[in-house]
């Protein structure tokens, strides 16, 4: 059971560079989410995708743009990178239907350092 | 926005100790979970307690929903619980709202 996959683990840009990170679910999720986690701070929602097909702003989207490519892949994509994208990346899904609760399920992360 | 806080910001322990986290946050909440961080930076989820107590080991959490807070007990401690402990409500968005964590250090 893979749960949520993010690639890559690590990477190294520099500034204007862009790059995308990937994200697949192996769980039949319907909602999509990517996070940062800045040093000494929990994690904060860059874009979610509530099922395929749709994708909405969180509370920092700026620099970002994502695609729901189909119900198990989500990709953030940084057009040109900035230093204060240095961050750790988080993908998460779950089952929402904008009630009732279920828990959300987490990637490993990717460690994105931007020159 | 909900707010979430968490208390304390740091604790140090000796292996073999019990402590308490605490979570409180400032609107009712269908979705609360607990998640430890570990030395890698992965996310482990804990618990999915939006109200009610479970216990899973030597770990159980409480969350008294209509007192909008959580605890974490953590008994008998061990180094392998270092790290940092988030807990997570659910937003409008179906995401997650974390707070900044509590820093654990277990010390042998």
């Known amino acids: 059971n893979a749960g949520v996959t993010q690639t890559p683990k690590f990477q190294v840009l520099k500034t204007g560079q862009s790059m995308t990170l990937q994200c697949a679910q192996d769980?039949?999720?319907?909602?999509m989410y990517w996070y940062r986690q800045d040093p000494g701070m929990g994690l904060r929602l860059i874009y979610y995708?509530?099922?395929?097909?749709?994708?909405d702003k969180g509370e920092v989207p700026n620099g970002y743009n994502v695609s729901r490519l189909n119900k198990r892949e989500f990709s953030l994509r940084l057009e040109s990178a900035a230093p204060s994208q240095t961050s750790v990346y988080f993908c998460?899904?779950?089952?929402?239907f904008g009630f009732g609760a279920q828990p959300q399920h987490f990637g490993d992360g990717t460690r994105l350092s931007i020159l | 926005g909900i707010q979430v806080e968490q208390s304390p910001p740091d604790l140090i322990l000796q292996e073999g100790a019990n402590s308490t986290l605490r979570c409180n946050f400032s609107?009712?909440?269908?979705?609360l979970q607990w998640f430890h961080q570990n030395p890698w930076g992965q996310l482990i989820n804990l618990f999915y307690?939006?109200?009610g107590t479970k216990q899973n080991g030597r770990l159980s959490a409480t969350t008294v929903a209509t007192e909008r807070y959580s605890l974490l007990y953590i008994s008998s401690s061990q180094t392998t619980d270092s790290g940092v402990y988030f807990c997570?409500?659910?937003?409008?968005?179906?995401?997650?709202?974390f707070g900044k964590g509590t820093k654990l250090s277990v010390k042998p």
């Open positions: 997570a409500v659910g937003g409008s968005q179906g995401n997650l709202i």
């Open positions: 609107d009712s909440v269908n979705n």
């Open positions: 998460a899904s779950r089952w929402w």
């Open positions: 307690i939006p109200s």
């Open positions: 769980m039949n999720h319907n909602s």
């Open positions: 995708s509530a099922s395929e097909g749709t994708t």
